[in-house]
């Protein structure tokens, strides 16, 4: 090995490859962190919730100095038909206080300053910097290929957080690449509109936030769905749906959302935001029993590389985060026993078991499978409610037993009740609390 010998190095400079910079250069760690695009954030897509209590764990009181958009403060989910909308959705006043629940961000601001308080905290950070392969000695890894003039770092770890086209953890050994069934392509436009008419439209108080998923409609009942989230004078819109899915029924997320921004409920949330970006980029969605070996000889995998990512609760930055930390730790560990073997960074396994990661990820490890599996689910349900709702709530001279009659004809006649009952109970239990 080299003598120029780096602790740790970070390929990515992602939340999860910030968060795992942050927290061993906290602990007096010699750290680089290696970033292929112009600036951290330069690169990344988020639809844009980041969620108080994980950030919080690397960063007290955060929301008072980093770049956020709005507190968010009402989130509803919509079941869409082709023209109704069934609107379900949770508010409360304390989540416009501190310490607040969740807020939107803008990664191109975000990541910046996060990446800024590794820095600050010790960490180098190197931009337009890309990792092209792992150095080896047996089967250890000891450091990186890159595009830099100086070419090779060496490094006692190297730590995978370049998010979900993780080529080195292929090359490392540790798992194959996604297939289609197992990445969801995520697209998302950033709309502006003044943050007055934000707060007209979306019934809000000055400054605070919400955030809608739409589903059923969006994506024809596949798995997925679409989303709109309030920031200071832009909203973030956008949707997701399985790749092999898209493939094989020859949709584009594009004209998808060219449809849902035509919604009858969506228009008049959206009509005349001009649209300053868009972006697309794949989602992990390997699900708990496809996920990669995390720990090698002298490498950890962290956040979008390792698959943490949680679909059904829109969960991908924190646990990108809380990954990050708890590999940041492992190394802390490893140093201090000088042993950066696969055995010497298994703490990380440990830490992420006692998690919230791989229990979350293990307790909804059937829901994509279902979604895909049933796509009635999304697909036919969503109209049965909202022909349900449009009954309930139509007042035309006919007596309501004859209403309830109808309703339950259409019912029998699309799905037979026995497999609506099994369908809600399988989606309680996969997507449930
Ligand atoms: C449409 C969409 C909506 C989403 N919405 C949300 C949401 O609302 N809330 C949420 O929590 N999550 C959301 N996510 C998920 C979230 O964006 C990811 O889970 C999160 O960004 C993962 O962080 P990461 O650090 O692992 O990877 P990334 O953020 O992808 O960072 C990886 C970094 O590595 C760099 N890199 C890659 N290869 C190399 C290389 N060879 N050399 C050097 N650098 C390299 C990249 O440029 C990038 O900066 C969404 C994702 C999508 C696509």
């Not at 950070?125 to 003039?149: W, Y």
């Not at 980029?281 to 390997?286: I, N, S, T, V």
């Not at 930390?325 to 140093?335: F, P, S």
């Not at 697909?379 to 035309?396: A, I, K, N, W």
């Amino acid at each position: 090995m080299a003598d120029d010998v780096f602790d740790a190095i970070v390929v990515g400079a992602g939340p999860s490859g910030v968060a795992a910079a942050l927290t061993m250069a906290r602990a007096g760690l010699d750290v680089v962190v290696l970033e292929r695009g112009e600036y951290p954030g330069s690169k990344n897509l988020q639809g844009g919730v980041l969620y108080r209590q994980p950030t919080e764990e690397l960063i007290p009181r955060f929301w008072e100095t980093a770049p956020l958009e709005r507190p968010v403060v009402r989130q509803s989910i919509w079941l869409l038909d082709e023209d109704g909308a069934v609107q379900v959705g949770y508010g409360t006043r304390e989540w416009a206080k501190p310490p607040y629940n969740a807020f939107t961000v803008l990664r191109a601001r975000f990541d910046p300053w996060f990446a800024q308080q590794a820095e600050e905290a010790g960490a180098m950070i190197i931009p337009s910097a890309t990792v092209t392969g792992l150095i080896k000695e047996g089967d250890q890894v000891v450091g990186v290929r890159t595009s830099l003039e100086d070419g090779d770092l060496y490094g006692r770890v190297v730590i995978i957080a370049q998010g979900v086209n993780a080529l080195l953890v292929q090359e490392a050994g540790l798992g194959p690449d996604l297939r289609m069934d197992q990445a969801a392509l995520g697209v998302k436009e950033v709309l502006a509109l003044p943050s007055e008419k934000i707060e007209d439209r979306f019934g809000l108080e000055k400054g605070e936030g919400a955030t809608i998923e739409l589903v059923g409609f969006p994506t024809r009942g596949m798995a997925g769905n679409a989303f709109i989230y309030t920031n200071k004078d832009t909203i973030s819109f956008g949707g997701g749906a399985i790749l092999s899915q898209l493939v094989a029924r020859k949709l584009n997320m594009s004209e998808l959302l060219d449809a849902v921004r035509m919604h009858p409920a969506v228009k008049p949330l959206l009509e005349g935001a001009e649209r300053v970006e868009y972006t697309a980029k794949l989602m992990p969605e390997r699900g708990y029993r496809h996920l990669p070996r995390l720990v090698g000889n002298g490498v950890l995998v962290v956040g979008d590389a390792a698959g943490f990512l949680n679909p059904i609760h829109r969960e991908g930055s924190n646990m990108a985060m809380i990954s990050g930390k708890l590999a940041g730790e492992a190394v802390v560990r490893a140093k201090e026993k000088g042993d950066f073997s696969a055995r010497g960074l298994s703490s990380y396994l440990e830490a992420l078991r006692e998690s919230f990661i791989l229990k979350d990820l293990k307790k909804i490890q059937d829901a994509v499978p279902f979604l895909e599996e049933t796509p009635r689910f999304l697909g036919v349900y969503p109209h049965l409610l909202s022909q349900l709702m449009r009954e309930y709530f139509t007042v035309d001279g006919r007596p309501k037993e004859e209403k309830r009659r109808k309703f339950w004809n259409l019912v029998r006649g699309t799905v037979p009740p026995l497999t609506l009952v099994r369908d809600a109970l399988r989606a309680w239990k996969v997507m449930g609390p």
